[in-house]
């Protein structure tokens, strides 16, 4: 009761006359009650605030272990706590110990809240079992501590393994010798919130075949809980294509994935014509590797990824968009096979207009969503990505020089030329960087014509 909250504690005491006698607690909802015993303080039963339990004071006082020896007849001491809203961390956690130990399966498992909580295992076969609430897009973080009075030895240690809500074990870390810690950081999907549990045993899982294993003795372990904050969704985005979560360029985003939240997903509007840059940075607490893929509208194939990026490297992206191309896009983070990607990561998404031939967006890529241009001056654009062509239109004179030159970074371009009734009339492929092909007009009998140019790096084209 030390720590001022709004508990409030009745203590009262009870005889116990008997050897073979039980002791009944009767637990409303809300109300915690535990049986302590007179010499050490150590809680010998408890209520869950669930419903009516019992134990029996007999074996208590039979068993020879210390600390919570209760003497017959004894004094013992009740104390209940009544309507707290979450007593565990408040009160001295429940203790095992002579007998009396939390229980030992799935039903028998004791309630327990965030806080430090210590026990004993009592003998090779014992295990204690606890569990404990977890919301959806939530974050267990446990740190479990094998006790100093364990034996020292040869398959003398303990096991803590946690289990989800269909009771399959998500987590462990077996052969925790004397002294030693163990911790774990779990992460829970949005739909994977409920009971989760927790077992304390000996160091190895199968004694029986195993007869060395021990781990008698003392544990201590504390739980913590935390709420994801996906893109300040106060929670865990969805976890699937059809459930991503609106996002908008030039918004940081910021979330985590890791334990059972395999996948955030998150979708972004994109206009045509646009360059996105795109910096996926896992965050240095990822313990191994993340990875990032993108979809259109579609959601077939991945358009774009990058996969197995380590903590705090920032993996650039940069997509190069056609005019047609504008629409909703997906982002899957992920970890991958056999990578714990735990952690947090971060997300930036910054667009820029493309700006070919001075028209502050995409030349089309087809003849029919060509961008004119008038003869007389040299004009630069750009094509890559998902922008594989540029074409654009213009009126022909005779005697006119057409010009194309791919940029200095470029390997290997290629310029073609239509008239109005779209039959090729010039074809050059594989022009190097920096290398000037022209072609001139001369008899020219209809107009428009179409110059089309592809298909990666920057460029100048020109009609004079
Ligand atoms: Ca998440
Ligand atoms: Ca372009
Ligand atoms: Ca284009």
């Not at 479990?144 to 989800?164: E, M, P, R, V, Y």
């Not at 014509?273 to 990032?292: A, H, R, W, Y």
Request: hydrophobic share 35%.
């Amino acid at each position: 009761m030390s720590k001022g909250s709004s508990l409030k504690a009745i203590i009262f005491t009870i005889m116990v006359t008997a050897l073979a006698c039980s002791v009944l607690l009767l637990c409303g909802g809300g109300v915690y009650l535990y049986l302590v015993a007179p010499e050490t303080l150590n809680a010998i039963m408890q209520g869950d605030g669930t419903g009516l339990v019992s134990a029996p004071v007999a074996a208590t006082a039979t068993s020879a272990n210390p600390p919570a020896t209760l003497s017959t007849p004894a004094e013992a001491t009740a104390t209940l706590v009544s309507a707290g809203p979450t007593p565990a961390s408040h009160i001295a956690a429940p203790v095992e110990g002579a007998g009396v130990s939390a229980g030992n399966t799935y039903e028998q498992a004791t309630t327990i809240t965030p806080g430090q909580y210590t026990g004993k295992l009592i003998d090779k076969k014992d295990e204690a079992w606890y569990k404990f609430e977890v919301p959806g897009g939530g974050i267990i973080n446990l740190t479990f501590t094998a006790g100093d009075d364990l034996a020292d030895g040869f398959g003398k240690s303990q096991s803590i393994t946690i289990f989800n809500p269909d009771r399959k074990e998500i987590a462990w870390q077996t052969k925790v010798e004397r002294g030693k810690l163990a911790s774990f950081r779990w992460v829970i999907s949005d739909s994977q919130g409920g009971v989760y549990y927790l077992r304390v045993s000996g160091g190895r899982l199968y004694v029986d075949l195993e007869p060395d294993s021990d781990g008698t003795g003392s544990y201590s372990f504390e739980l913590a809980l935390q709420n994801q904050n996906d893109a300040n969704s106060g929670g865990d985005v969805g976890d699937e294509f059809a459930q991503a979560t609106v996002i908008q360029i030039g918004q940081p985003v910021s979330g985590q994935i890791g334990g059972s939240d395999k996948e955030d997903w998150y979708k972004f509007e994109l206009s045509g014509g646009q360059i996105l840059d795109l910096t996926f940075t896992p965050s240095p607490d990822v313990k191994e590797t993340q990875s990032i893929f993108a979809f259109d509208a579609q959601g077939k194939q991945p358009i774009w990824e990058a996969q197995h990026v380590l903590p705090s490297v920032k993996q650039p992206g940069q997509w190069l968009m056609d005019i047609a191309q504008g629409g909703t896009y997906y982002l899957q983070i992920t970890y991958g096979y056999l990578k714990d990607g735990t952690g947090s990561y971060a997300l930036e998404l910054a667009a820029r207009p493309q700006n070919d031939a001075n028209s502050g967006t995409d030349a089309g890529a087809e003849p029919e969503q060509s961008l004119e241009i008038q003869p007389g001056q040299l004009l630069t654009g750009q094509v890559g990505d998902f922008d594989k062509f540029d074409c654009y239109k213009f009126t022909p004179a005779s005697g006119q020089t057409i010009s194309f030159t791919p940029g200095q970074e470029t390997k290997g371009m290629g310029i073609q030329l239509f008239n109005a009734n779209l039959k090729e009339i010039w074809r050059e492929n594989q022009i190097g960087p920096t290398v000037t092909k022209t072609h001139q007009l001369t008899e020219v009998t209809d107009r428009p014509y179409y110059l089309c140019v592809g298909n990666w790096g920057s460029y100048t084209v020109g009609v004079k």
